[in-house]
């Protein structure tokens, strides 16, 4: 029985709130730390909900700037902690909490990850000499159409979760918490499939009808982790050591045409295969590709060649899918919200972008958005995430 005072006693409050919610979902522990080297939200598993959500800063001066990474800092503790949420008592002022959660917040895996855009490293804060060297505004590709209002952006939030209330209440309550150094500049929602519909549909599929994520970097390969995804010490500006570069690109796919195409012809564009997501000429989806067997401008081959020298040019894709309705022409408007971290900007995204340019995919997606950003390192000893950046 979950009682007011359960949850009052941390962790075990929590577990027993989650079990009671979701007997299925009892362990793992729903409470993702970030409190360690590294934010959660990058090796942590992706759930079902996530919400990308960049600002402005109004931040004046470099105090104004700490501000807005303490309050932050202190709202991400408070959220990603499940427990009582406050009521308030004071009829008289707004209640302290959006309520979309009732009276407790249940862990949900709660996460959020913050980034900082090239932006904040210009002349505003005085942090020219440690911006992370890599990091520029995301530049035009050749078959993109980027939106301004859907671009850029001086810091990015992924607040991801296992419901879309819980990522909505946590998205209102940092909004509100931040409002005198934060102008919310663009937002968008994605999903992945909430569980399983059968074992083999462990890997989620995307909006083109095949599995993404069959090939990516072990999550839970420390060292392909440090190798890859974690900015290492020495390399960059110092406090930039255990961070990662975020690149978040919003690509609509065309799925009228795509789904007018048929199946051969979508395969070879992909180099798998739909419904198994075996490479094409292979049987099981994590089959190693034959690139003999592949078309030369297959995605899977250009996106990694599988060459001793394009080794180095692996990156961590976490990306989720977005559905928005209709647009003007009434078309469907849905597609890949690609998210990917690299210990490298360079020999990670664009060395994977420069391969993929001009790729046949190109004729069924469109890029409309998104922007690079530095995820910070985890809190670790810091008072508040970016403390080691403003010292
Ligand atoms: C809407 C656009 C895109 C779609 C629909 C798409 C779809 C896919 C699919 C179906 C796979 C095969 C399954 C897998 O191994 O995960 C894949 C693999 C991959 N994609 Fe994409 N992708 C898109 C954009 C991108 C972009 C922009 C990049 C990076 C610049 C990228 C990089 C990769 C990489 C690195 C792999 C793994 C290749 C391998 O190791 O075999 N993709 N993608």
Redesign the pocket.
């Known amino acids: 029985m979950t009682t007011r005072r359960s949850l009052l006693l941390g962790l075990g409050g929590a577990l027993a709130l989650a079990e009671a919610v979701c007997p299925a979902r009892a362990a793992p522990p729903a409470v993702l730390d970030w409190r360690g080297p590294h934010q959660a939200g990058i090796a942590t598993p992706p759930t079902p909900f996530a919400i990308f959500a960049a600002f402005d800063l109004l931040a004046q001066d470099r105090a104004d700037l700490r501000e807005a990474l303490r309050l932050l800092s202190d709202e991400i503790a408070t959220q990603t902690v499940p427990g009582p949420i406050p009521q308030g008592d004071d009829p008289l002022m707004p209640p302290p909490d959006n309520g979309l959660l009732g009276e407790g917040r249940a862990g949900q895996r709660l996460s959020v990850t913050v980034s900082l855009g090239a932006s904040v490293f210009d002349d505003r804060f005085g942090l020219a000499a440690r911006r992370p060297r890599e990091l520029t505004a995301m530049e035009r590709f050749p078959n993109d159409a980027i939106d301004p209002d859907l671009a850029h952006g001086d810091l990015m939030l992924q607040i991801s979760a296992d419901t879309r209330e819980a990522v909505l209440h946590a998205l209102r309550a940092i909004v509100r918490r931040t409002g005198r150094v934060l102008v919310p500049r663009w937002q968008i929602e994605g999903f992945l499939p909430a569980r399983p519909a059968a074992p083999a549909e462990a890997t989620p599929r ?1 909006m ?1 009808g ?7 970097i072990d999550r839970d390969d420390a060292a392909a982790m440090d190798r890859l995804v974690w900015v290492p010490p020495g390399s960059e500006p110092a406090w930039t050591a255990g961070g990662s570069y975020q690149v978040v ?1 919003l ?1 609509r ?1 065309l799925v009228e045409r795509w789904d007018r195409t048929q199946l051969a012809a979508q395969e070879a564009i ?1 180099g ?1 295969h739909r419904l198994s ?1 075996a490479p094409l000429g292979k049987t099981e989806e994590h089959d190693t ?1 034959d690139m003999a067997l592949l078309p030369d401008k297959a ?2 081959r250009l ?2 060649p599988r060459q001793p020298e394009s080794a180095a040019n692996l ?1 961590l ?1 976490r990306g989720y899918n977005y559905a928005r309705g209709l647009d003007r022409a009434g078309r469907m408007d849905m ?2 919200i ?1 998210v ?1 971290y690299q210990a490298s900007l360079d020999a990670g ?1 664009r060395a ?2 420069a391969r ?1 340019n001009g790729e046949p ?1 190109e004729e069924y ?1 469109k890029p409309f958005g998104g922007g690079y950003f530095f995820a910070l390192p985890g809190l670790g000893s810091q008072d508040h995430l970016g403390q080691t950046l403003l010292d």
């Open positions: 995307n083109l095949f599995k993404d994520g069959t090939s990516n690109r690509i796919n992909m798998r997501g590709p995605h899977i996106a990694n990156i894709r597609g890949l690609f990917s995204f994977v972008q993929l995919l997606v």
